[in-house]
């Protein structure tokens, strides 16, 4: 059984930055940050393949960066340039099925699917203040 167990949340202001962890006993083949602001569903953020491929939802291109760091057993989220639309509960997640296979395209966007990873935390919050 996988455990995670997420950290770094906290309130900041616009334009400010915060480094979530989430530490693993065991590292999925996929594994991957969500969020999900009240009375909204849960937004995919990005994934980090086994072979250290990253993709990110369009949102948070550019301001995000997903990573691992083997020798602690973490999956971290640097969160830069932040808004008060990235508000909302953070969690990580684990998947032994390939990155690509939970994301689905469209014509204009991609969409990552909390659908098909078994394994969760049990979330931190972020809060960004303008």
């Known amino acids: 059984q996988v455990q995670l167990v997420e950290s770094g949340g906290g309130s900041v202001q616009a334009g400010g930055s915060l480094r979530l962890s989430c530490a693993y006993t065991?590292?999925?083949?996929?594994m991957g940050w969500f969020r999900q602001a009240p009375g909204k569903e849960r937004e995919g953020i990005a994934t980090?393949?086994?072979?250290?491929?990253?993709r990110y939802t369009d949102s948070v291109k550019g301001r995000f960066a997903i990573s691992r760091d083997n020798a602690k057993s973490t999956l971290d989220l640097q969160m830069d340039s932040l808004k008060s639309e990235d508000t909302a509960m953070y969690y990580c997640?684990?998947?032994?099925?390939?990155?690509?296979?939970?994301?689905?395209?469209?014509?204009?966007?991609?969409?990552?699917?909390?659908?098909?990873?078994?394994?969760w935390g049990q979330g931190t919050q972020v809060t960004v203040s303008s």
């Open positions: 980090l393949a086994s072979d250290g491929t990253t």
């Open positions: 065991t590292s999925g083949r996929c």
């Open positions: 997640a684990a998947s032994t099925n390939y990155c690509f296979t939970h994301w689905n395209w469209t014509a204009n966007r991609a969409y990552l699917m909390s659908s098909g990873f078994p394994n």
